[in-house]
């Protein structure tokens, strides 16, 4: 099945400043879904992207779906203690053979 | 409305020994998934089920199965447990396959084989 390679692994960042997370693909991705886990929980899903160049907005949270599809990109400004957590990006393979497949994340540490 | 629930929470179970883990999904919910969470490997498709089919597989072996019965409760077990086995289990509900509105996970079961 396909694969989406997520990047950094690892971000460290003050308290209010901004912080973004990358998606890539190798193929053309049908869709790409965003979750959050927070430490000691379960992933919460955020938002789907579908379209070629798709941006959606969530207060401080900015998705975007790139223009050939195959990379994401999620963006949090001004962050606070409460985005800590690990962000998953995931998306279904083409062929539909395969069930929703996630990058290994990216965890966002905060310090205040 | 009620979350996707997961049963037991926690399990310590020995290796060679089997385990069934049940997870019952959001009302109205018709697919189930299950994943795999390690600290090395990250999130793993296990399966997914809808209308008690299995309709899709990752690469795990087949020590690994699942159920789903006609209320959408579903169920995974893994035979012949290996120490390897030790893994958050997550189960996720969505409305249907391939769904534009996200999953829902449950807040897994913590296996530990020993």
């Known amino acids: 099945g396909q694969q989406v390679m997520q990047i950094p692994q690892y971000q460290h960042v003050q308290e209010g400043e901004d912080f973004t997370t990358y998606c890539n693909s190798s193929t053309t991705l049908s869709n790409i879904q965003w979750y959050k886990q927070r430490p000691g929980g379960h992933p919460v899903f955020l938002i789907q992207l579908v379209k070629s160049g798709e941006v959606k907005k969530q207060k401080r949270l900015t998705f975007q779906f790139g223009e050939a599809k195959k990379n994401s990109s999620l963006h949090i400004t001004a962050t606070q203690t409460t985005d800590v957590g690990t962000y998953f990006c995931a998306s279904y393979s083409g062929g539909g053979a395969d069930g929703l497949t996630f990058g290994k994340g990216t965890h966002l540490i905060i310090q205040p | 409305k009620a979350g996707v629930t997961q049963t037991p929470r926690y399990l310590i179970k020995t290796r060679g020994q089997q385990v069934t883990l049940s997870c019952s999904p959001i009302?109205?919910?018709?697919?189930v998934s299950w994943y795999q969470q390690t600290p090395g490997q990250g999130l793993q498709f296990l399966f997914e089920y809808f209308s008690e089919t299995q309709r899709n597989k990752g690469n795990f072996p087949g020590r690994f199965s699942g159920r789903q019965f006609s209320n959408s409760r579903s169920e995974m077990n893994v035979s012949t447990l290996e120490l390897g086995d030790s893994a958050l289990y997550l189960c996720?509900?969505?409305?249907?396959?391939?769904?534009?509105?996200?999953?829902?996970f449950g807040s897994g079961t913590r296996l530990t084989v020993v």
């Open positions: 009302s109205g919910h018709r697919s």
């Open positions: 996720a509900s969505s409305l249907d396959l391939r769904t534009d509105y996200g999953y829902t």
